[in-house]
């Protein structure tokens, strides 16, 4: 039986299942402010690299309780010992490379918090510039829009303070999922609600 929200004009990306429209409907390009959201979306972004974010999605919850909830103050503190546990845990991505990454990148964003004063104050300076875009954005439109040179510049200077699988389409997708652009389809009902969003942001 379809679920409740199913005859909604959502973005072509969405998968139909009640787990993803619920993600599309009251997350994917709702602003974030909040650093330790924000520096979960970029762990997790890392994590999805060769895989679809639907297999990320449906782990979040054991990334979650596996990273002590992404708060990068205690990520940052993690030895060998919690590189081995999270090897084993069956609930998340095993992947070494990605999981020491997380815990190195959880020491540069303490870094990055204390010279910035938040993590957000920092992302939303690369806040994407969309007037040399396409003004409507289409299925087809958005399939192009891979990444944007705000994303490029974002990585280049991440990746100079040491942070790792901070490549310019990962975040781009962070940008897209943390509300630093728009891009939902112009037909998507859920368009107006992030514009609105947006312009409430405290920049």
């Keep these: 039986m379809p679920h409740a929200a199913a005859a909604l004009k959502r973005c072509s990306w969405t998968d ?19 650093d330790v959201r924000l520096f979960e979306k970029i762990s997790l972004e890392g ?20 990273f002590d909830g ?33 815990i ?28 040399k875009r396409p003004r409507t954005l289409t299925a087809d439109v958005l399939r192009g829009l891979t990444t944007a040179p705000e994303a490029i510049a974002l990585s280049k200077d991440l990746k100079k303070r040491g942070w790792k699988f901070v490549g310019p ?8 999922a943390m509300g630093l652009v728009n891009d939902h389809q112009h037909d998507c009902f859920a368009r107006k ?5 947006r312009k409430e942001v405290s920049r």
């Design 16 to 34: 139909g299942s009640a787990l993803y429209d619920a993600y599309h409907d009251h997350e994917w390009g709702r602003p974030v402010t909040d």
């Design 47 to 66: 994590f999805q690299a060769g895989l679809s974010w639907i297999t990320i999605l449906k782990k979040r919850e054991h990334f979650r309780a596996a």
């Design 70 to 102: 992404f708060d990068f103050h205690k990520v940052a503190t993690y030895t060998q010992r919690d590189v081995a546990r999270l090897l084993e845990d069956a609930g998340i991505v095993r992947h070494r490379g990605k999981i020491e990454a997380v």
């Design 104 to 131: 190195h990148n959880a020491g540069r964003a303490i870094e990055l918090q204390r010279e910035a004063g938040t993590l957000a104050r920092y992302f939303w300076q690369y806040e994407v510039d969309v007037s």
């Design 169 to 176: 389409t990962t975040l781009y997708a962070f940008m897209q």
């Design 193 to 197: 609600p992030v514009d609105d969003a």
